[in-house]
């Protein structure tokens, strides 16, 4: 099955699962469905580091690798005073809403872009095509 199809249908379900634990209230129906729905996310993680360890020329890997990983771990924490400064002013439901909406959004984006949608399987990526 194509990339995208797998990122298009798991990240919509993620959304959804992620949407559903804000309603649906209770500490253990949350918590399980939270914990449902990163099982597609580490899905689409996998997938996307597959095909970038794949696609990038190996001379260029570890430049590629250390900026992707340096690029998130300086935008991660700034997401998260976001969350917080946001959560304050408009309570945490509507941040964790918020949140579901966004990865439910990025699954149809991925399914409603051809380019997106019809982006192949890590294992057809020639090695070195990104290079």
Not at 56 to 85: C, E, F, K, W
Not at 106 to 117: H, V
Request: aromatic letters at 4%.
């Amino acid at each position: 099955r194509p990339l995208g199809v797998t990122n298009a249908v798991g990240l919509s379900l993620a959304g959804g699962l992620w949407i559903a634990g804000v309603e649906l209230g209770g500490v253990a129906v949350t918590a399980a469905l939270f914990a449902a729905s990163r099982v597609p996310i580490g899905v689409y993680n996998v997938g996307v580091q597959a095909t970038v360890q794949t696609g990038v020329p190996d001379d260029r890997l570890g430049r590629v690798t250390a900026t992707v990983s340096s690029l998130s771990n300086v935008v991660g924490p700034l997401g998260l005073l976001l969350g917080g400064v946001v959560g304050d002013a408009v309570g945490a439901t509507a941040v964790l809403l918020g949140g579901g909406v966004g990865i439910a959004a990025t699954g149809l984006l991925w399914g409603a872009l051809p380019s997106l949608r019809r982006f192949g399987a890590p294992t057809t990526v020639r090695p070195g095509a990104f290079g």
